[in-house]
């Protein structure tokens, strides 16, 4: 199947900065990228729609201005969480759609996220 | 109530065994649907697609009746290896942008 990376695979950071994860697709073009992020115990909720080279579609009741995404080409997209707190530890997750427009999504292998 | 809602689980089975999972999902415009297994603090990873008309993989069979919004997964013959959260998941279509939403997962536990 298709390969998808994020980097970094975790990360421990101090409450008040910003954190960027890496999402990249290694052997196809994603036009269509997908953040989500899981908490312990619960299913992935999808936290957004990242299309190479447009705006990203937040889905309801996640902050934009907190939550930055850019997809500046065909192959990666980056999340950055900006001015971090504790409340925003958790499994950031990132899929990727290929060109082929085939359905299935194909999930990169996740980033811890703990803010002290 | 949630989009996509499946067995509150876990499942404790014996190696050996035939387990099935359900799922029922919301939204009559859902145009797919698929199951994914996840290993504990790891991604989910595409266990199979979901046709109308069944399909079956190995030991494991899946089915789809859109008429009751309704999914399931047969594992057969289950082995220590297949302990894992199974989460039915479903794209909601292009009307949506195309983007899937996940069930909150079985977890299935396989004992020797």
């Known amino acids: 199947g298709a390969v998808v990376s994020q980097h970094p695979s975790w990360v421990i950071c101090k409450s008040g900065t910003s954190v960027k994860i890496e999402c990249r697709s290694l052997d196809f073009q994603a036009t269509t990228m997908f953040w989500y992020r899981q908490f312990p115990k619960q299913s992935l909720m999808l936290m957004a729609t990242?299309?190479?080279?447009?705006?990203?579609?937040?889905e309801q009741g996640v902050e934009k201005d907190k939550f930055l995404i850019n997809h500046a080409s065909l192959t990666l997209s980056t999340l950055t969480v900006t001015s971090a707190h504790p409340e925003d530890s958790s499994f950031y997750i990132c899929?990727?759609?290929?060109?082929?427009?085939?359905?299935?999504?194909?999930f990169g292998p996740g980033t811890r996220l703990l803010v002290l | 109530r949630k989009e996509v809602e499946q067995d509150p689980g876990p499942f404790n089975v014996p190696e050996g065994a035939t387990v099935a999972f359900n799922c029922t999902y919301s939204n009559s415009a859902s145009q797919s649907f698929f199951w994914y297994r996840q290993d504990c603090r790891k991604e989910p990873k595409l266990l199979m697609s979901?046709?109308?008309s069944g399909n079956e993989d190995g030991r494991f069979t899946a089915q789809l009746n859109r008429a009751s919004q309704y999914i399931s997964l047969l594992i057969r013959d289950s082995k220590l290896s297949d302990s894992a959260t199974y989460l039915c998941v479903v794209n909601r279509g292009s009307n949506y942008g195309q983007n899937f939403v996940f069930g909150p997962g079985t977890r299935l536990s396989v004992l020797p």
């Open positions: 979901v046709y109308s």
């Open positions: 990242s299309n190479e080279g447009s705006k990203a579609t937040y």
């Open positions: 899929s990727a759609r290929d060109w082929g427009g085939a359905e299935t999504q194909y």
